[in-house]
């Protein structure tokens, strides 16, 4: 039997006091005030001229998410001075992107779960994360309807913490796991056929798959245990640098689905993480029988 995770433990203990250091707060503050100033006052509220489509009809960026990254880069530059690596700028400039790897780096995607803000669904946060050479060193997820925030630094562990009081650790605990215990999610969108339909067929068998709509969100319940699993075909910067450092300093097993190396924002192939080693291995196992994406 292999060895399980449990529900995360949340801790209040003074020395995450130490971890949540100057940096730390700056930019949670940031990414508090503008959900504040830009993303919350949309929620709800977006005229037909606010929202506008990118690659699909499906892949939605408002007025919001243009505003708020706008407002945080120059920002978060001034904490730290490095390339800002923005959904949306790099939407508008594709090569952008490629700077992920510089010696330091941001990451911004304003507004994580746009159809859910945009259909007025509460899954949706807002994600930083500061990059060395491409790999997350710390994280930032701000959920603006909850006033909850997920940090992580690496090496140091993972915390939420609650606007209405208390810091709390995220440390997952040990158990057993099987295939019929894990809840999670996973995104196939970018895989050709005909293995997106075998994995599909594979993935609807699994009872506990969800459907949050928002990485972020499901980053923050991996760590603290109430989910235990996310799979995704392909990788962006903004979206899976302040994941995967969550999950890790959380205690869950991050890795790249070819290889099983740690995630690297210069590397765009599928990520999967789950509760621990074992249970990351098991899941693959359970996807690809051949051992490749």
């Known amino acids: 039997m292999m060895r399980r995770r449990e529900q995360a433990t949340t801790e209040s203990r003074g020395a995450l006091t130490i971890m949540f250091d100057s940096i730390a707060g700056?930019?949670?503050?940031?990414?508090?005030?503008?959900?504040?100033?830009?993303?919350?006052?949309?929620?709800?509220?977006?005229a037909d001229g606010d929202i506008a489509t990118k690659?699909?009809?499906?892949?939605?960026?408002?007025?919001?998410?243009?505003?708020a990254?706008?407002?945080?880069?120059?920002?978060?530059?001034?904490?730290?001075?490095?390339?800002v690596i923005g959904e949306e700028a790099c939407a508008t400039d594709p090569a952008l992107r490629e700077r992920a790897i510089e010696p330091l780096a941001w990451t911004v995607d304003p507004v994580d779960g746009t159809n859910n803000f945009v259909n007025g669904k509460e899954r949706f946060c807002s994600m930083v994360a500061l990059l060395e050479n491409g790999v997350p060193v710390r994280s930032w997820i701000w959920l603006p309807l909850q006033r909850r925030l997920y940090y992580?630094?690496?090496?140091?562990?993972?915390?939420?913490?609650?606007?209405?009081?208390?810091?709390h650790r995220l440390a997952l605990g040990a158990r057993d796991w099987r295939i019929d215990m894990l809840n999670g999610a996973a995104s196939v969108r970018d895989v050709e056929e005909p293995e997106k339909?075998?994995?599909?067929?594979?993935?609807?068998?699994?009872?506990?798959?969800?459907?949050?709509?928002?990485?972020?969100v499901l980053a923050g319940?991996?760590?603290?245990?109430?989910?235990?699993?996310?799979?995704?075909a392909s990788c962006t910067p903004w979206d899976h640098a302040p994941v995967d450092?969550?999950?890790?300093e959380a205690g869950a097993h991050a890795a790249m689905i070819n290889g099983g190396g740690r995630y690297n924002a210069g590397n765009r192939s599928g990520i999967m993480i789950a509760p621990d080693a074992d249970a990351w291995h098991m899941l693959h196992r359970h996807l690809w029988e051949n051992d490749r994406l």
């Open 26 to 46: 700056d930019v949670a503050d940031l990414v508090r005030a503008a959900g504040d100033q830009l993303v919350l006052p949309r929620y709800g509220a977006l």
């Open 55 to 67: 690659t699909s009809p499906t892949d939605l960026v408002t007025v919001a998410d243009h505003e």
């Open 69 to 83: 990254e706008a407002w945080l880069a120059p920002r978060l530059r001034d904490i730290v001075d490095a390339v």
């Open 152 to 167: 992580g630094a690496a090496g140091e562990g993972a915390m939420m913490r609650l606007d209405d009081g208390g810091d």
């Open 197 to 216: 339909t075998r994995l599909r067929g594979i993935l609807r068998e699994m009872p506990g798959r969800w459907f949050p709509g928002s990485i972020g």
């Open 221 to 232: 319940c991996i760590a603290e245990g109430t989910q235990h699993f996310l799979m995704h």
């Open 245 to 248: 450092l969550l999950c890790r």
